[in-house]
C-alpha cells in the first residue's frame, strides 16, 4: 500500500475517533437546560429518575454528566436518533443494551416499551416495582 492509502485509512480512524468522541456529549444534548425541573413535576422519585437516567446514559453511551439533560418526554428511539442521526449507520445495540439493563438490573420488563415510551413513564414503572402509587 502507497503512501496515499496510509493516509485514507489514518483519516478515515480520526473520523471514527472524533465521531466517538463527540457522541459522548452530543452538542444537541449540551445545549439543552438542566431538566431537574421537569423531572421533579413529571411526579416520580427521584431515586427512580435517578435510576433510570443512569441506565439510559450508560446504554446510550451519554457521560454521566449529561443524565439531567435527558427530559422526562423523551424516548429510546428519540436517544438513538441523537446518537445515530442518519439510519446508515451501524448501531451498537444501545436500545437493546437499555432494554436488557431496565429488566435485569431495575426488574422493569421490556413488554409494552415501545419507540414512543417515554422515559417518564419507564420511571414510573419503576416506581410501582419499588413502592406503588408513588408517582400520579
Given at each position: 500500500?502507497?503512501?496515499?492509502?496510509?493516509?485514507?485509512?489514518?483519516?478515515?480512524?480520526l473520523?471514527?475517533?472524533?465521531?466517538?468522541?463527540?457522541?459522548?456529549?452530543?452538542?444537541h444534548?449540551?445545549?439543552?437546560?438542566?431538566?431537574?425541573?421537569?423531572?421533579?413535576?413529571?411526579?416520580?422519585?427521584?431515586?427512580?429518575?435517578?435510576?433510570?437516567?443512569?441506565?439510559?446514559?450508560?446504554?446510550?453511551?451519554?457521560?454521566?454528566?449529561?443524565?439531567?439533560?435527558?427530559?422526562?418526554?423523551?424516548?429510546?428511539?428519540?436517544?438513538?436518533?441523537?446518537?445515530?442521526?442518519?439510519?446508515?449507520?451501524?448501531?451498537?445495540?444501545?436500545?437493546?443494551?437499555?432494554?436488557?439493563?431496565?429488566?435485569?438490573d431495575?426488574g422493569?420488563?421490556?413488554?409494552?416499551?415501545?419507540?414512543?415510551?417515554?422515559?417518564?413513564e419507564?420511571?414510573?414503572?419503576i416506581?410501582?416495582?419499588?413502592?406503588?402509587?408513588?408517582?400520579s
Amino acid at each position: 500500500m502507497g503512501p496515499i492509502g496510509w493516509i485514507l485509512i489514518g483519516l478515515a480512524l480520526l473520523v471514527g475517533v472524533v465521531h466517538v468522541i463527540t457522541n459522548r456529549h452530543p452538542s444537541h444534548l449540551r445545549r439543552r437546560q438542566d431538566t431537574q425541573g421537569e423531572w421533579r413535576a413529571a411526579g416520580c422519585s427521584a431515586d427512580a429518575v435517578d435510576k433510570l437516567l443512569e441506565v439510559a446514559c450508560e446504554a446510550f453511551g451519554f457521560s454521566r454528566r449529561m443524565k439531567f439533560k435527558l427530559r422526562p418526554d423523551d424516548t429510546a428511539i428519540g436517544l438513538y436518533r441523537i446518537v445515530y442521526p442518519r439510519t446508515a449507520l451501524a448501531d451498537q445495540l444501545e436500545i437493546e443494551t437499555f432494554l436488557l439493563t431496565l429488566d435485569e438490573d431495575l426488574g422493569v420488563q421490556a413488554e409494552g416499551i415501545g419507540p414512543d415510551t417515554s422515559l417518564a413513564e419507564i420511571a414510573r414503572r419503576i416506581d410501582t416495582r419499588q413502592q406503588p402509587a408513588s408517582c400520579s
